[in-house]
C-alpha cells in the first residue's frame, strides 16, 4: 500500500542516492543494496513518509537509473525523482531545485540511513519549525579518539566530552540550505557545513541508534537485526 504524505506539510526530504558506496562492496549503486530483500533506499523512503509532516520526497538518483527508481518507489510512498550528480553535493542541489518554495523546511537525508525512525524526523523539522536555521541530530562519541601522524605516531588524546557523531536527517529552513548551495566553493561531505562556511548556526538536537549509517558489509548484519526493533524504539 502507497503511504499518503501531507498535503499541508511544511517539509520536504531530499534523499540523495546516486553515490556507489565503495565501501559496502563492488556492485548497485549503495541506496539500491538490499537489505533483507529490499534495497537501502525503499526501507529509508518508507520511514520518510511515515513522518506525518512530510509534503514531498526527492530522490537524486543515478541518472541511468531514474526510472527503474521511480517505478520501485512508486508502491512506497509519492517521491519526486531527478537525475543525482557525481557529487553528493551536486545530489543535494538538483534535489533542491525541485522542491516549491512554498515549502518552508527542508531536510537532508542519507538512503544509507534506511532504518531512521520517521520520530527523528519529526524531532529535526520541529527544531527548524522553532527557529533554528539548521539542526543535526547527534550522538555523544564513545571511543577513546587520537590524534595521529601520517607515520602512525599518537600526537595526543583529544577530548570526546565536546565531540559528537552527526546524523541524518540534516534539518533547514529552505531559504538558508538554498543560500549555503548558492554559496559553496569546495564540496563538503555535509549540509551543515556549507551552513557553517557561510557563517550561518547548526544547533544539535539528539539523535537515534536506529539512524545508523550502513557503510561496510558488516553494517548490514546489524541493520537485519534492527529491523526487527519497532517504531518507536
Known amino acids: 500500500m502507497t ?41 529509508a523512503v518508507r520511514r520518510v513518509a511515515a513522518a506525518a509532516s512530510v509534503r514531498l520526497i526527492v530522490v537524486a538518483a543515478p ?27 551536486e545530489s543535494v542541489a538538483r534535489a533542491l531545485a525541485a522542491v516549491p518554495d512554498d515549502v518552508a523546511i527542508v531536510l537532508v537525508h542519507d538512503a544509507a540511513r534506511a532504518l531512521t ?10 527544531a527548524v519549525r522553532a527557529g533554528h536555521p539548521a539542526v543535526i541530530p547527534v550522538l555523544p562519541v564513545v571511543d577513546t579518539i587520537k590524534r595521529v601522524r601520517s607515520d602512525g605516531r599518537v600526537l ?14 540534516q534539518g533547514f529552513r ?10 559553496a566553493t569546495d564540496p563538503l ?16 538536537v ?7 549509517k550502513i557503510t561496510r558489509p558488516l553494517d548490514l548484519v546489524l541493520a537485519e537485526t534492527l529491523l526487527h526493533v519497532p517504531w518507536p524504539p
Request: aromatic fraction near 0%; glycine fraction near 12%; include cysteine.
Open 3 to 43: 503511504a499518503q504524505l501531507n498535503p499541508r506539510g511544511d517539509v520536504a526530504v531530499l534523499v540523495p542516492a546516486a553515490g556507489a558506496g565503495l565501501r559496502l562492496g563492488p556492485g548497485t549503486p549503495k541506496a539500491l543494496r538490499l537489505l533483507a530483500g529490499e534495497p537501502l533506499l525503499v526501507h
Open 174 to 183: 529552505h531559504t538558508v540550505l538554498a543560500a549555503a548551495h548558492g554559496a
Open 156 to 169: 595526543g588524546t583529544v577530548d570526546r566530552a565536546a565531540l559528537r557523531s552527526v546524523q541524518t536527517p
Open 117 to 126: 525512525p520517521p520520530e527523528l524526523i519529526e524531532s529535526v523539522a520541529a
Open 206 to 212: 539528539p539523535g537515534s541508534e536506529l539512524a545508523m
Open 189 to 204: 561531505t555535509d549540509d551543515a557545513g556549507l551552513v557553517e562556511n557561510a557563517g550561518g548556526t547548526v544547533t544539535c
Open 63 to 89: 541518472a541511468a537509473e531514474i526510472d527503474a527508481v521511480a517505478a520501485m518507489l512508486a508502491p512506497v510512498a509519492p517521491v519526486t525523482v531527478v537525475a543525482g550528480g557525481a557529487e553528493r553535493q
